[in-house]
């Protein structure tokens, strides 16, 4: 693959590669190429019909577009159920889902906060509608479903946890699984804590190029059969164990869209002792937190996870980063690094998105900007309260 934007997947006269080796023929693929090039990434053998384009913000609140199809979010869940599986859970057990999903009117002041998903015994939880005011009424419905599976994002999972630790008590759940942000050692306690029960990581991306999951044992394993990932330095070469590195991956599930070697941005490395006491011989991988973030407060008392606002993000392809900052009580400033010409149109979107979920408490305003906040250790946060600013 020569420098510069790639060509259609189909433009070559033949991507094959029987071994890891002969990946390396193929010039590594950055984030950033996959988002000025979504389109000609997707594979002409998917029929349109059967075509789904999604948005992702990734870790820096820079959005891209991505393709997969049904197909490759059913196997997808084949993988997630094996991870249950590993936790001793069956794949039918009702869970507690709590992701980004709005599943209630914003405008909605009284319970429910919740609807139901009765094909798949699921619960959806509003992660919009966090607040001390509302927490009692949060704690008393998963009283009333203790001991099923508890699902979300760590930060979701770890505002529900306060709540219920400063009840005194704590509300045993069958298990917990954890996907979207890192799950931090302080959040894991807290939410094995309140939970009564052992939390489940998963690092995957909405691109289906690459998953991690952590077994029973707390080891996170690379999944072979899912993809194949190499973790390579700044100049692309292969590190040692031990020393960090870009993940850099090859999907073998998502054919809508299939990535060689993606660069996604994330990084991590190869652990010392690649042996695990669950005895599957699967990579064992210690990712690099690198999305460091603050929830945000609102004078009338709700919470917002990273998670919950950058929701907002997607579909604003013309924003190399976006950034959300909490400069005083009740306003919220949008930061955003333009990439295309079109970015003062995405801010705008991301502006009226964020002014709907907030309400009238919060006055948003936004602004172009030439570069980020980077705080130490090069993190670029998505949201950045006054002391840290």
């Given at each position: 693959m020569k420098n510069g934007p790639p060509k259609k997947y189909s433009d070559y006269p033949q991507i094959a590669f029987n071994s890891p080796s002969e990946l390396r023929n193929y010039q590594v693929l950055t984030r950033e190429v996959v988002r000025q090039n979504s389109e000609r990434l997707i594979s002409r053998s998917l029929p349109p019909q059967e075509c789904i384009r999604v948005g992702t913000t990734g870790t820096t609140g820079a959005s891209l577009k991505v393709a997969y199809s049904e197909r490759v979010a059913r196997r997808h869940w084949a993988f997630r159920m094996r991870q249950w599986a590993w936790a001793g859970v069956q794949t039918r057990t009702p869970r507690v889902t709590l992701f980004g999903s709005r599943v209630v009117p914003p405008e909605r002041e009284e319970p429910p906060f919740w609807t139901h998903n009765y094909l798949e015994r699921q619960t959806l939880m509003s992660i919009f509608h966090l607040s001390e005011t509302n927490a009692p009424h949060y704690i008393d419905f998963l009283r009333r479903n203790q001991g099923k599976v508890l699902e979300g994002f760590p930060s979701v999972l770890a505002i529900l946890a306060d709540f219920v630790l400063r009840t005194g008590t704590t509300i045993p759940m069958r298990a917990v699984f954890t996907d979207g942000e890192p799950l931090y050692p302080f959040l894991r306690e807290n939410i094995e804590r309140a939970f009564g029960t052992t939390a489940f990581?998963?690092?995957?991306?909405?691109?289906?190029?690459?998953?991690?999951?952590?077994?029973?044992?707390?080891?996170?394993?690379?999944?072979?059969?899912?993809?194949?990932?190499?973790?390579?330095?700044?100049?692309?070469?292969?590190?040692?164990?031990?020393?960090?590195?870009?993940?850099?991956?090859?999907?073998?599930?998502?054919?809508?869209?299939?990535?060689?070697?993606?660069?996604?941005?994330?990084?991590?490395?190869?652990?010392?002792?690649?042996?695990?006491?669950?005895?599957?011989?699967?990579?064992?991988?210690?990712?690099?937190?690198?999305?460091?973030?603050?929830?945000?407060?609102?004078?009338?008392?709700?919470?917002?996870?990273?998670?919950?606002?950058?929701?907002?993000?997607?579909?604003?392809?013309?924003?190399?980063?976006?950034?959300?900052?909490?400069?005083?009580?009740?306003?919220?400033?949008?930061?955003?690094?333009?990439?295309?010409?079109?970015?003062?149109?995405?801010?705008?979107?991301?502006?009226?998105?964020?002014?709907?979920?907030?309400?009238?408490?919060?006055?948003v305003t936004s602004t172009l900007v030439d570069a980020p906040i980077v705080r130490a250790g090069g993190k670029i946060p998505l949201i950045i309260q006054p002391a840290a600013a």
């Open positions: 990581d998963l690092y995957g991306n909405t691109e289906y190029a690459g998953l991690l999951t952590q077994c029973e044992k707390g080891q996170m394993h690379a999944i072979p059969d899912y993809s194949y990932l190499e973790i390579l330095d700044e100049n692309d070469r292969p590190v040692k164990q031990g020393e960090e590195g870009f993940l850099v991956w090859t999907g073998f599930i998502n054919d809508a869209m299939p990535l060689i070697r993606y660069r996604i941005g994330d990084r991590g490395c190869w652990e010392s002792q690649q042996s695990c006491g669950c005895g599957r011989n699967f990579p064992v991988v210690r990712p690099t937190i690198t999305r460091d973030s603050d929830t945000l407060r609102c004078p009338d008392g709700r919470l917002f996870s990273p998670r919950a606002l950058n929701q907002s993000l997607k579909g604003a392809t013309a924003l190399r980063f976006c950034q959300l900052v909490h400069e005083r009580p009740g306003h919220l400033l949008i930061r955003g690094v333009a990439s295309q010409p079109s970015a003062y149109d995405d801010l705008m979107g991301i502006q009226k998105n964020l002014q709907k979920i907030l309400g009238p408490s919060f006055t």
